[in-house]
């Protein structure tokens, strides 16, 4: 497609449980980003790949969190034992190189995640 | 570590009128600085770049203004329309130099722009 693709949209799990949130980056993209948003919050940076590797995990709240990028494309992020102060709208975005200061990100729309 | 600042949270103005957000950072100054907006329900989408060394950058009826020296940016958007209307969000560099690393962005500024 011709933007960021992110999957599921919408996200409903129960406390304890582990999720996977997938994001599809614009072809060609090689910088790939995570960030979460709470409501009424700014957006959060979480993790970023360059290729299949990630120079900056610093963002990650917790060891509950990891992400991993196969084939320098498609990128997983996964929370284990879900608490409900996870519940926010989990952002991707790439871009087309790791130039943050003259790449600009291109977004999906999130995927909405409630821990209940 | 660098924080930014987006003076309100919430700026409602008449239709036709010129709206100007604002943007503050509090540490070191970024190489660029972009703006941001976004929709309810939906991901940012990227409106404008300003280099440190341009005083201000236009599109359409966007205009961004950078001070390096007040340590801020100004967003104008003349002659407002309700479709205006969205959260607008700066960002810059978290790291000094600017060409590694990921954007941090300000809380928004939610424009309305009433009929």
């Known amino acids: 497609g011709a933007g960021v693709s992110q999957s599921p949209s919408n996200k409903v799990t129960e406390k304890g449980k582990d999720v996977e949130l997938r994001c599809d980056p614009i072809s060609g993209h090689t910088a790939l980003y995570w960030y979460r948003q709470s409501l009424g919050q700014g957006l959060e940076f979480l993790i970023y790949?360059?290729?299949?590797?990630?120079?900056?995990k610093s963002g990650l709240p917790s060891d509950r969190f990891s992400a991993e990028r196969t084939g320098g494309s498609v990128s997983t992020l996964t929370i284990q034992r879900t608490q409900q102060e996870d519940s926010a709208v989990y952002l991707c975005a790439s871009s087309f190189n790791h130039r943050v200061s003259i790449s600009p990100l291109h977004f999906g729309n999130g995927t909405r995640l409630t821990v209940t | 570590s660098q924080k930014i600042e987006q003076n309100s949270e919430a700026l409602n103005i008449q239709e036709g009128k010129t709206a100007t957000l604002t943007c503050n950072y509090t540490?070191?100054?970024?190489?660029?600085l972009q703006w941001y907006r976004q929709d309810p329900g939906r991901g940012p989408v990227f409106l404008l770049l300003?280099?440190?060394?341009?005083k201000e950058k236009r599109k359409e009826r966007l205009k961004v203004t950078f001070d390096t020296t007040l340590k801020q940016s100004l967003f104008h958007i003349t002659a407002s329309q309700p479709a205006d209307s969205a959260t607008y969000l700066c960002a810059l560099d978290s790291l000094y130099g600017g060409s590694q690393g990921n954007l941090i962005f300000g809380k928004g500024t939610k424009l309305s722009v009433k009929p």
């Open positions: 540490n070191y100054s970024p190489a660029y």
């Open positions: 300003i280099r440190e060394n341009e």
């Open positions: 790949f360059q290729g299949n590797s990630a120079p900056d």
